[in-house]
């Protein structure tokens, strides 16, 4: 992780426990070693898109759904998610556990791939979550942006840790390559003529941007 380790632990020591089915996610994620949203990142996902009052939200990488979960644990019961899965099997698995928590009416889950499936997307839309492949990011932007309404917020994982300052305080050796269009990202975010962006230092890094 990207914060001192006694940081860490009192943010562990003051998260509620998960329930049932949020635990059965991420046992899963552990065992199988299935990349799943760290546990303050997805809350701080639930707060934002809470308290924004979204209505619709697309998401690029469902996942198992640990993310969905939080997103869609925040949308009213007429509200819409569009989250986007390469992965059959873990598609499988979001499917079994979201109808399994109740949500299913919120929920369009595709198995698709986002840079196919977005330009059928249409907006706008309160909120874009970007947690699929970070390399494809860049190019996501361009699909992604558009569909936002003004004030709407697009929230991207991952943006600090490729950074080399944070690898090194993680022990994380990653190619060079994606460390710099970890940067590049990081950069094209904060410079966005339509974009108001902060870099949040929770789990592997969030980017938190406002369209204009």
Known sequence: MIVRDSVRTYLDATRPQ???LLAEMEAHGARDRVPILDPHSGALLHVVARAMGARRIVEVGTAI???TLHLARALPDDGELISFELDR????AALSYLTRARLRARLDLRLQDAHEGLPQVEGPVDLVFLDGIATQYDAMLEQVVPLLRPGGVLVVDNVLVDDPIANERAGVARGEERSAAGLDLNARLLEHPELVTTL???GEGLAVAARR
């Open 18 to 20: 998960p329930d049932v």
């Open 65 to 67: 759904g640990v993310s």
């Open 89 to 92: 099997e873990r598609h499988a």
């Open 200 to 202: 949040v230092p929770v």
